[in-house]
């Protein structure tokens, strides 16, 4: 199979005029306010433990501290539509 190095399958038409139709790979959705946010958000839970003292060890996590992340959020967009 010849890829065009885009990431995208030619799927007829000229050298000149190539059609493409589908992609060679899954299309990555783009990031979402909220998905900044979190981002945001996480980077400030995992920069300052410390400041965590009140997890106990089942709860210190990468798991939970991701979902706590979305939690601050969720809640940064409620306070934006405010």
Known sequence: MRTTGIG???????SATPQYERPIWPIV????LRDEFATAALQGLLAN???Q???NDKLDTVEVKV?????Y?????????K
Do not use: F, H, S
């Open 53 to 55: 003292y009140y997890l």
């Open 29 to 32: 959705p783009q990031k979402t």
């Open 73 to 81: 959020a969720d809640e940064m967009l409620k306070e934006r539509d």
């Open 49 to 51: 433990p410390a400041d």
């Open 8 to 14: 995208i399958e030619p799927m007829g038409g000229t």
């Open 67 to 71: 979902k706590l992340a979305y939690v």
